[in-house]
């Protein structure tokens, strides 16, 4: 009950505050509002170029990955390439020894 009677008297004194010192809310106002719109540009700036800089991490990241398949394909072929020259090196001298 206390409780409630404190807030419906803050609330009172506040709307005579309010009233009384109508210029100076004003003032607060127009020196807070462009604080405020500057630092939330700050702010937004900065989240901007963070999500950039995350971006551009991620898409080096599948480069990379990408890379590395590219790179695990051609030894990949390599072997392969290296087993199909050993079987054809068999495959002469079979002929060779063939009569």
């Given at each position: ?39 939330g540009g700050i702010l ?56």
């Open positions: 009950m206390s409780l409630l009677i404190g807030g419906i008297v803050a609330v009172i004194l506040g709307v005579i505050g309010f009233s009384l010192w109508w210029n100076a809310f004003i003032i607060i106002l127009q020196g807070g509002i462009p604080i405020m719109l500057i630092l937004a700036v900065y989240v901007g170029f963070d999500a950039m800089q995350d971006n551009v991490r991620e898409e080096r990241q599948k480069q990379d990955e990408k890379l590395a398949k590219a790179h695990e394909e051609i030894e990949q072929v390599k072997a392969l390439s290296e087993q199909y020259r050993d079987e054809i090196e068999r495959l002469k001298e079979r002929v060779k020894n063939t009569p």
